[in-house]
């Protein structure tokens, strides 16, 4: 019984109307359904005191060494008052050095702690790819591309149509044109490597010509892309194409899905403390022409219907020159991962169905899941981002049992919030349970609607939004979160250093 309510928490219902049916028993009557879905788990039921700890943990360790300035100064002032006479009378020989000796390791501790910090990572500027706009796809267009295509059957089209008219993408998102060629065609890399390398390039010359930075001064490189791994790669494949310094650090990110983007910062910030003084230049993306899907399995079809095509790139530095040019500082990365659990693992599934057609597999419980993994991540962040007062609240609800969880309002915590573009469905259920207002949900939503889910790089379409609309003002502190396959969910914070203007370029500017 207890299980049941449990499951019963986890669903939703829906009443849709089916119009009025021409024939059958029911002809000419009103027809209604009941439509049952998962949820998201209610984040006040249950909180995992475990991602409480782990949130502290986070925040001890980063403020520990402003513990040692005070006790050094306090030390130090009552050694101060004492003279040459009475230091000789209350101390000897043995003890005096004793006392010497923990000052000089307090004296250490501070200075190694304090004066030489982790250096700050500071965002130079970013870029969004925005592909021309013969490759733009309206809804219509794809359904009378797909049913052309003659790869789907009428069960797979009628599927397809129903996921587009409810998935908040709008009439103007991109798709290669590979995808809908008729006949016998199948993906193969060569549509794979000619998408990377539009998207690519085209992030990377933007990016190139907006910050003035000269290729031979980038250090690391980082490329993420959740489907289509190449041999050479697709850092290699830029390193290519810009000429890349030989001693260039290159990663190639890979099979990490939509989250893989804040994995690829929190790459280059750990890379760019090791080399301190570089910049580190990472690229975003998804090759949808290779994560395509042909065939007619209903679980398959859904990626089909969201993913777009898009692609960002980010130049960051810890030069301590470069703060007053830059336009973020990396605050707090937390990053959570579930895959220890069977169910979180095989959520997003690339696999091949019956006739051997490869293609993403989403499984029903993937807005569970993902409700799981946001609820544990956001619990671990929680202590590192929230005024004192709303930590407070939660520890005194958490410790009077009986009363209910208290969920802090992270609205306090942000100025900006921007949630990876999965699709309307996802943004709903988020924007319920961390109640959250229509202002802070525009950017994700105007971001579906106009691009779609661009896998990795829709995060940054989103910040790309907020700077075309002059949002962004000095002292904001945006939060940006993304999920994907494992399954993950990673928070990234960034505090603006200045009021960001109107950008030159923007994927946003029609002209």
Request: aromatic share 10%.
């Amino acid at each position: 019984m207890a299980m049941a309510s449990h499951n019963q928490e986890l669903l939703s219902t829906e009443i849709v109307n089916r119009g009025i049916p021409d024939s059958g028993p029911y002809a000419g009557s009103l027809s209604f359904s009941v439509r049952v879905r998962r949820g998201l788990p209610d984040f006040l039921s249950s909180v995992n005191l475990k991602y409480v700890k782990l949130g502290y943990g986070y925040l001890i360790n980063h403020g520990f060494y402003f513990i040692t300035a005070p006790v050094f100064l306090i030390l130090a002032a009552q050694i101060g008052k004492l003279t040459s006479c009475d230091f000789y009378l209350k101390f000897d020989h043995l003890n005096a050095l004793s006392m010497i000796g923990l000052l000089g390791l307090i004296f250490y501790i501070h200075l190694d702690l304090n004066l030489k910090p982790r250096r700050s990572t500071y965002l130079v500027d970013f870029v969004c790819f925005r592909p021309p706009d013969e490759l733009k796809t309206s809804k219509e267009k794809f359904i009378e591309l797909a049913r052309k295509s003659g790869h789907f059957d009428d069960a797979a089209i009628e599927f397809q149509q129903r996921a587009l008219k409810n998935s908040g993408i709008g009439d103007e998102t991109y798709l290669p044109k590979a995808i809908f060629h008729p006949g016998d065609h199948r993906k193969t890399l060569k549509d794979g490597r000619e998408e990377a390398a539009m998207v690519m390039f085209g992030a990377v010359k933007e990016l190139l010509a907006a910050t003035k930075i000269k290729i031979k001064d980038i250090r690391i490189l980082i490329v993420n892309c959740g489907i289509l791994n190449t041999t050479p790669s697709l850092s290699a494949m830029l390193v290519n194409h810009f000429k890349l310094k030989h001693h260039v650090q290159s990663f190639n990110l890979g099979g990490m899905g939509c989250a893989a983007g804040v994995i690829a910062i929190d790459l280059a910030r750990d890379l760019l403390s090791v080399y301190p003084g570089s910049y580190a230049l990472v690229v975003s993306m998804e090759a949808v022409s290779y994560s395509w899907y042909c065939g007619n399995n209903i679980d398959m079809l859904l990626p089909n219907c969201f993913f777009r095509m898009g692609a960002a790139a980010m130049l960051l530095s810890n030069r301590y020159l470069d703060r007053w040019h830059s336009k973020y500082e990396l605050k707090q990365l937390v990053r959570t991962h579930k895959a220890m659990d069977n169910r979180s693992f095989n959520s997003i599934h690339l696999k091949e169905d019956g006739e051997g057609k490869q293609g993403l597999s989403v499984s029903k419980d993937l807005i569970e899941v993902g409700g799981h993994a946001l609820k544990d991540n956001i619990t671990t962040l929680g202590p590192l981002v929230l005024p004192f007062s709303e930590q407070l609240h939660f520890f005194t609800t958490l410790l009077f049992r009986n009363s209910k969880p208290y969920i802090p309002n992270y609205r306090l915590a942000f100025e900006h919030v921007c949630i990876l573009a999965a699709s309307k469905q996802v943004l709903d259920e988020i924007q319920k349970n961390l109640e959250l207002t229509e202002e802070y949900m525009e950017a994700s939503r105007r971001t579906l609607e106009r691009f779609g889910n661009t896998s990795s790089s829709s995060i940054w379409y989103e910040l790309a939004y907020l700077e075309a609309n002059l949002r962004v003002k000095r002292g904001d502190r945006i939060w940006q979160i993304a999920f994907g396959s494992g399954f993950k969910c990673n928070s990234v914070i960034w505090k603006a250093l200045r009021n960001v203007g109107m950008p030159k370029h923007s994927p946003w500017f029609e002209n």
